[in-house]
């Protein structure tokens, strides 16, 4: 029988949890993973906080404040530099290195470990959101989420899409070199499309049509509607679902073991 033929070994009953807890091991040694996804976006927070004028009401924001605006923001800063900056390196630094190609050949598949990955790197994004939201309230006064299920729907959505982007970045490069060139030159535009340079809500109206086709635009818009207290959009829930199936079948295309 050629090796091509050979069947693959049966999964191992509790395989996949014990490839999480390894990965969540290394990936708490990892410092400036955990700074970038979970202290930074918070500490963007406070900084611009600091900044009198961005906590006194404008009438140009309906009464809201800059850093009312911020919160939602910071929310989707952490899941751009995790799933962007952060999961995609350590993807292809396992492809470049032949492990995901020798646990083909194992009980242990290589998706137990993209998983994980994908699981870690959601989690550290929920935990940053709940930080973001704390400090946002106690700090500077801003209201929680006037719709939480909406709230978190959309959260979910905008998390979803923004790790199947990364899933993607992963998938089209072959080292970890282009994957840190692809990853930054995605992670900018994702930025703007997020609003971190300027609130979506205060761009001009045909930049704000614009963004809001991307999936980040779409969250944000999702995001402010359900922190104003109404249930988002079903088009941008509809654009950020669309987008999330879209890459993870284009990740699923072109993303190889080895």
Known sequence: MTALARPRPAAVKGSASAVLASEARLFLRD??????????????????????????????????????????????????????????????????????????????????????????????VAVSALLALAVGRIVFGVALPGHLPGYLVAFALAALATLALGGTVSAVSRTTKITQAVGSAVFFPAMFTAGVWLPVSVMPDTLQRIVHLTPLGAAARALDQAAAGGWPSWTHLGIMALWTVVLIAAARRWFTWE
Do not use: N
Not at 90 to 95: D, K, N, P
Not at 111 to 119: E, F
């Open 31 to 124: 410092p400036a993973a955990l700074f970038w996804i979970l202290v930074f976006p918070t500490a963007l927070l406070c900084v611009l906080g600091a900044i009198p004028s961005f906590r006194k009401p404008s009438p140009d924001l309906d009464g809201l404040r800059v850093i009312d605006l911020y919160v939602p923001i910071t929310v989707l800063l952490a899941m751009i530099t995790s799933a962007i900056q952060s999961m995609p390196p350590v993807l292809t630094g396992y492809r470049e290195r032949g492990i995901l190609r020798r646990m083909s050949t194992t009980p242990v598949r290589p998706g137990a470990l993209v998983g994980a990955q994908i699981a870690l790197h959601g989690a550290a």
